[in-house]
Nanobody
């Protein structure tokens, strides 16, 4: 069982930056791939970024590539999402998730086993 809790959301102007953090419980954090997803009002949840458990490799959605950076600290059981050059279309509830997926990059929400409650990110124009 893994419990996840996000923090760091808020309101920012377009072009600004925010850093999200996700704290995980349990002693097996390093065995999980971690991901960030987002869901805007009236839209389906969409993949943002993932980081592998094996080598720390990362993969991003095209919409955030070059602006967002995902990272993890296995010693602290945390995963972070640094968001730069934010746009109004980045406004959404951001959730972190943990996947025991064995190989490759977990980019589908159905590959994730545990989810946090989410944190609101609002980007004003």
């Amino acid at each position: 069982q893994v419990q996840l809790e996000e923090s760091g959301g808020g309101l920012v102007q377009a072009g600004g930056s925010l850093s999200l953090s996700c704290a995980a419980s349990g002693h097996t954090f390093s065995r999980y791939a971690m991901g960030w997803f987002r869901q805007a009002p009236g839209k389906e949840r969409e993949f943002v970024a993932t980081i592998r458990q094996s080598d720390g490799g990362t993969y991003y959605a095209d919409s955030v590539k070059g602006r967002f950076t995902i990272s993890r600290d296995n010693a602290k059981n945390t995963v972070a999402l640094q968001m730069n050059s934010l746009k109004p279309e980045d406004t959404a509830v951001y959730s972190c998730a943990a996947s025991y997926y064995g190989a490759g990059y977990a980019i589908s929400q159905w590959e994730y086993d545990y989810w946090g409650q989410g944190t609101q990110v609002t980007v004003s124009s």
